[in-house]
């Protein structure tokens, strides 16, 4: 889906939502953000190439997103500034750099406003919201072949010693059980920096069965940690009678596995996983529930799951949950949410549109 993204950052609904209905229908991205700090995280999970920011933001935060943007060094989206009056702050700015537009604002000038902001972005989508960005794209997927071909070599190759060697040494089944682990660290490391930089090309959807999806991560996951399935208690409750959705059977693999590694690294001994699978004829929704009785998340920590390079943990990327939310929310139209209560548990839930992708998108922690 290779198309301009706009964040609209706004707390009057009344200007978001139908703006952000408009844009969709013309075959932007659109997402709403209420304040700055909900901006700039989203930002950090995605580059945007826009972004529509009302200056009268509550608190004065329009004024602050809008220097925050402007100093980004990853990143520079264009600007759009509605609501500003003030004549001293356009004087300030960057001439040319920056449109404006006040409220009302109606529809042929919104897009109008908007396509020419784009325009001198270059023609590919994405790409000019960041200059490093692009570069790291390119370098990355280099640098992890060029990782993973010897890592392949030395899994395969600890595998046949294992079988000549005599591991009732201890020290030799020690080395072995390390070279193993170490192994399947850095893939998996290398795996989820590959999946956050690597660029959207050639999505495909199809037809995809979340409870097939749900039980090959299950397996993948059990590969990951061969000694759980005598520790953790794995439940599986998965509604027969789901429809198949439109999606990408990969990145939704990716998403289920992502959130599957979480909670087993969080349980310990009895520790328990559920995945549940439902259907909600209603909202015509898929909801997909994978629920630990592991260490649960301090609160303070909650804000910040989705944010790249959040982690708690020594080895942690802190990319697996901001994967997550671009497959579901960016890329899938779905909602990814989080329950926990630190020393009970953590619930993850996901819900996915059944029907054609629809323009809902988003993520919480609570
Ligand atoms: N099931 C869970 N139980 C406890 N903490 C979790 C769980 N899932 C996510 N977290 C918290 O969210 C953080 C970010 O997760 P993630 O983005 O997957 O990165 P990483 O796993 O590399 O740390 C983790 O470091 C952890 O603190
Ligand atoms: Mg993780």
Same mark, same amino acid.
């Given at each position: 889906?290779?198309?301009?993204? #706009?964040?609209?950052?706004?707390?009057?609904?009344?200007?978001?939502?139908? @703006?952000?209905?408009?844009?969709?229908?013309?075959?932007?991205?659109?997402?709403?953000?209420?304040? +700055?700090?909900?901006?700039?995280?989203?930002?950090?999970?995605? !580059?945007?190439?826009?972004? %529509?920011?009302?200056?009268?933001?509550?608190?004065?935060?329009?004024?602050?997103?809008?220097?925050?943007?402007?100093?980004?060094?990853?990143?520079?989206? /264009?600007?759009?500034?509605?609501?500003?009056?003030?004549? +001293?702050?356009?004087?300030?700015?960057?001439?040319?750099?920056? *449109?404006?537009?006040?409220?009302?604002?109606? &529809?042929?000038? %919104?897009?109008?406003?908007?396509?020419?902001?784009?325009? $001198?972005?270059?023609?590919?989508?994405?790409?000019?919201?960041?200059?490093?960005?692009?570069?790291?794209?390119?370098?990355?997927?280099?640098?992890?072949?060029?990782?993973?071909? =010897?890592?392949? @070599?030395?899994?395969?190759?600890?595998?046949?010693?294992?079988?000549? %060697?005599?591991?009732?040494?201890?020290?030799?089944?020690?080395?072995?059980?390390? #070279?193993?682990?170490?192994?399947?660290?850095?893939?998996?490391?290398?795996?989820?920096?590959?999946?956050?930089?690597?660029?959207?090309?050639?999505?495909?959807?199809?037809?995809?069965?979340?409870?097939?999806?749900?039980?090959?991560?299950?397996?993948?996951?059990?590969?990951?940690?061969?000694?759980? !399935? +005598?520790? $953790?208690?794995?439940?599986?409750?998965?509604? !027969?009678?789901? =429809?198949?959705?439109? @999606?990408?059977?990969?990145?939704?693999?990716?998403?289920? %596995?992502?959130?599957? /590694? &979480?909670?087993?690294?969080?349980?310990?001994? +009895?520790?328990?996983?559920?995945?549940?699978?439902?259907? *909600?004829?209603? !909202?015509?929704?898929?909801?997909?529930?994978?629920?630990? &009785?592991?260490?649960?998340? /301090?609160?303070?920590?909650?804000?910040?799951?989705?944010?790249?390079?959040?982690? $708690?943990?020594?080895?942690? $990327?802190?990319?697996?949950? *901001?994967?997550?939310?671009?497959?579901?929310?960016?890329?899938?139209?779905?909602?990814?949410?989080?329950?926990?209560?630190?020393?009970?548990?953590?619930?993850?839930?996901?819900?996915? =549109?059944?029907? @054609?992708?629809?323009?809902?998108?988003?993520?919480?922690?609570?």
């Amino acid at each position: 889906m290779n198309r301009f993204s #706009i964040l609209i950052v706004d707390q009057d609904l009344k200007f978001a939502d139908p @703006a952000a209905k408009l844009l969709r229908e013309q075959g932007y991205a659109v997402r709403v953000a209420r304040d +700055g700090p909900a901006a700039l995280e989203m930002i950090a999970g995605l !580059p945007v190439d826009l972004v %529509l920011v009302n200056f009268r933001l509550s608190g004065g935060g329009g004024r602050e997103l809008v220097e925050r943007l402007l100093n980004r060094y990853t990143g520079s989206p /264009k600007i759009i500034i509605i609501d500003c009056d003030d004549g +001293g702050i356009r004087a300030e700015l960057p001439p040319g750099e920056i *449109a404006f537009l006040s409220k009302p604002v109606g &529809n042929d000038v %919104l897009l109008e406003t908007v396509r020419n902001s784009l325009k $001198t972005k270059g023609s590919v989508p994405g790409e000019g919201s960041s200059e490093r960005f692009a570069a790291l794209e390119n370098f990355f997927p280099f640098l992890a072949h060029e990782i993973r071909n =010897p890592l392949h @070599a030395i899994g395969g190759a600890v595998t046949i010693l294992e079988k000549r %060697l005599d591991l009732k040494d201890e020290v030799v089944d020690r080395s072995v059980r390390i #070279i193993k682990e170490e192994v399947e660290y850095l893939s998996g490391f290398v795996q989820e920096c590959l999946d956050f930089v690597r660029p959207q090309l050639r999505r495909r959807l199809t037809d995809v069965d979340v409870n097939e999806v749900a039980e090959v991560a299950i397996g993948v996951v059990s590969y990951i940690f061969p000694g759980a !399935p +005598g520790k $953790t208690q794995l439940v599986k409750d998965f509604d !027969p009678h789901i =429809p198949k959705i439109p @999606a990408n059977y990969e990145e939704l693999k990716r998403a289920f %596995l992502n959130i599957l /590694k &979480n909670s087993f690294e969080a349980v310990g001994e +009895g520790g328990r996983v559920a995945i549940r699978t439902k259907f *909600a004829p209603g !909202p015509g929704l898929v909801e997909v529930s994978f629920s630990d &009785n592991g260490t649960g998340i /301090k609160k303070e920590n909650l804000q910040n799951l989705f944010t790249p390079f959040f982690t $708690t943990k020594l080895r942690g $990327t802190g990319l697996g949950l *901001a994967i997550c939310r671009r497959i579901i929310a960016e890329n899938h139209g779905g909602e990814i949410s989080i329950r926990s209560e630190e020393g009970a548990g953590t619930t993850v839930k996901i819900e996915l =549109p059944a029907g @054609a992708k629809s323009p809902r998108g988003g993520s919480r922690a609570i």
